[in-house]
């Protein structure tokens, strides 16, 4: 075999190595693109279609596919935070920008990624995109669901009126036969013991009913009360260890506002039943607004998610509905009030703000 032979073979080789391992190199990443494509959609069955959780988790299977980070500003029903995976890339990148909004949620995400992620048409590409229609899809559904929250409420609420109306009908039929003990010890055992006890839960059960009977906020409802009675009326409500300080009087309706301390201490009541509360009531002139500061110390162990603390129907409570923080907010709305969750790395709680006294 001559040597221009000899070199052709030889070149011909090459190529063939180099076709065989580029054919090799092309299915291998074929495959890790297409399972990549399966595993999205598998885990956004394993979150049932949560968004944020999805958000999460999907970052291990961006970062196979190309992408060196990933940033969202995350705009969650009244709550902000910033969630962001990945270090800088030490090779040149491309960055993509995407806006997911829908409702009350928001997702402003910037991704640094590879030329190849970057290419229109590519599988790499088609990986993101399908990353994004599933958030898209998964915020659509969350957004249908907060839609047909008013029609879940009404039919709740019917629910609970009936029942409170029932422990009204009983506490009322119950009061009535303690003041018709005839006998002596009878009158001892028990007079005392329900006299002072069963009245004032008959009152507190008829004002209840009238609330769920009218839950809507009325202009002509306000009245000047004293703020710390009516939040020392729901501490003992729900038998809270709770240091209250600060007073102010303030103008507004009193039942709606009772509603929303109720639904906001409700959640301490069953998540925090084992920390002690500190409520502090500020009373600020100038600006014509009272700030009540709620807060807890931190349980060791128990994870908190702030963006999602006023998200409907999400609740880490196994008999909660997860309605309790989102109706607080709601209510607060209607008489100026706002609500706004913080913490810091030993407590956490509540600041709610509302018009105090007008003249």
Known sequence: MSGAELTGWLVLSLLLFLTAAFSGYYLRRTRQLSHALTELHQLNQQVEHDALQFYRHAWAILHQVGVYTIAAKIKWFGEEKTIQFGELPTQKSVLLYQQIDHGEMALDIVLQVSRRAARAGT??????????????????????????????????????????????????????????????????????????????????????????????????????????????????????????????????????????????????????????????IKDNPRPNQVEIQIHSRKVP?????????????????????????????????????EIQFQQTTQHFGFIIRLPKTVD
């Open 301 to 337: 162990g128990v994870s908190l998610q702030p963006e999602r603390m006023f998200e409907p129907f999400w609740t880490t409570s196994h008999s909660g509905l997860g309605l309790g923080l989102f109706l607080a907010r709601e209510l607060l709305k209607k008489i100026d009030g």
């Open 123 to 280: 599988l790499a590409n088609l990986v993101l995109e399908t990353f994004f229609a599933i958030l898209e899809r998964d915020l659509m559904l969350k957004e249908h669901q907060v839609s047909a929250t008013q029609k879940r409420l009404e039919r709740y609420q019917l629910f609970v009126q009936h029942e409170i109306k029932n422990i009204a009908q009983f506490i009322d039929l119950l009061n009535a036969q303690v003041v018709k003990i005839e006998r002596d010890e009878d009158k001892i055992r028990l007079a005392d013991r329900l006299k002072k006890t069963l009245p004032v839960m008959a009152e507190r059960a008829q004002k209840t009913i009238q609330s769920m009977k009218n839950p809507t906020f009325n202009p002509q409802a306000r009245q000047h009360f004293a703020l710390e009675a009516l939040v020392q009326q729901v501490i003992q409500m729900y038998g809270l260890n709770c240091k209250l300080l600060g007073q102010a009087l303030i103008q507004t309706d009193r039942e709606l506002f009772l509603e929303v301390l109720k639904n906001v201490l409700g959640n301490f009541r069953d998540h925090q039943s084992e920390s002690d509360l500190t409520i502090f």
